[in-house]
């Protein structure tokens, strides 16, 4: 059974400081997707990447996706409030998705 | 509709009670999903339908928990004899099943279970 772990579980950082957040499988991604969760509302996808080495900007979000597609990170530069919320990695297995426990964000103003 | 519609958005129940949530999924998904989101944590999951395929209830944590999911469209998660353990977030999800395998999956609100 493949499991995904996240680190760090929680992290609280001052607006405009730089994160970095991981998701590591204990097997080979078959397609990777990151999402972001803000409280009461369900899971919102950020992006997907497949490709080992894959690297995608979303705005002040980079996603890097590992060389032998085992892991992964999230970037975010100048952190904004907004960007509060708990960040989920999932994995396609057998049709459906598995996720990691997530890294829950608080950036505070 | 355009989204993914959940009900009831929260619900209070006494243990030994059966409970039945409701999940509508976006027009279209042939893929619908559940998960169980307990507080502060990831998403576990309990069952998937795809089309008129046999769901994978590979996730479903004890025989109290069942799911239907009639005509291809909305689906009902029952719990049955509800036990304090089962207070969670109940997460419904569809999505399109694409060629390329990276579905994307769009999410409701969630139902609130509270059993007290």
């Known amino acids: 059974t493949q499991l995904l772990e996240q680190s760090p579980q929680f992290l609280s950082i001052q607006e405009g400081e730089n994160l970095t957040v991981y998701c590591n499988s204990s097997?080979?991604?078959?397609?990777l997707q990151w999402y972001r969760q803000e409280p009461g509302e369900g899971p919102v996808l950020l992006v997907t990447?497949?490709?080992?080495?894959e690297v995608k900007k979303l705005k002040r979000l980079t996603f890097q996706f590992g060389d032998a597609r085992k892991d992964s990170s999230l970037h975010i530069t100048a952190a904004q409030p907004g960007d509060t919320g708990l960040y989920l990695c999932?994995?396609?297995?057998?049709?459906?998705?598995?996720f990691g426990k997530g890294t829950k964000l608080s950036v505070k103003p | 509709g355009a989204g993914v519609s959940q009900s009831p958005s929260n619900k209070v129940t006494e243990k030994g009670k059966d409970v039945e949530l409701r999940c509508d999924p976006i027009?279209?998904?042939?893929?619908l999903y559940w998960y169980r989101q307990s507080l502060g944590q990831g998403l576990e999951f309990l069952i998937y339908?795809?089309?008129?395929?046999?769901?994978?209830k590979s996730g479903l944590p004890s025989d109290r928990f069942s799911a239907e999911r009639t005509g291809g469209s909305v689906s009902t998660l029952t719990i049955q004899r509800t036990q304090q353990e089962d207070s969670a977030v109940y997460l419904c999800?569809?999505?399109?099943?694409?060629?390329?395998?990276?579905?994307?999956?769009?999410f409701g609100a969630g139902s609130r279970l509270t059993v007290l």
């Open positions: 999932a994995d396609r297995s057998q049709g459906n998705l598995i």
């Open positions: 999800a569809s999505s399109l099943l694409r060629r390329s395998g990276a579905n994307v999956l769009t």
């Open positions: 339908f795809q089309g008129n395929s046999a769901p994978d």
């Open positions: 990447v497949v490709t080992g080495g």
């Open positions: 097997s080979v991604f078959s397609s």
């Open positions: 027009s279209g998904h042939t893929a």
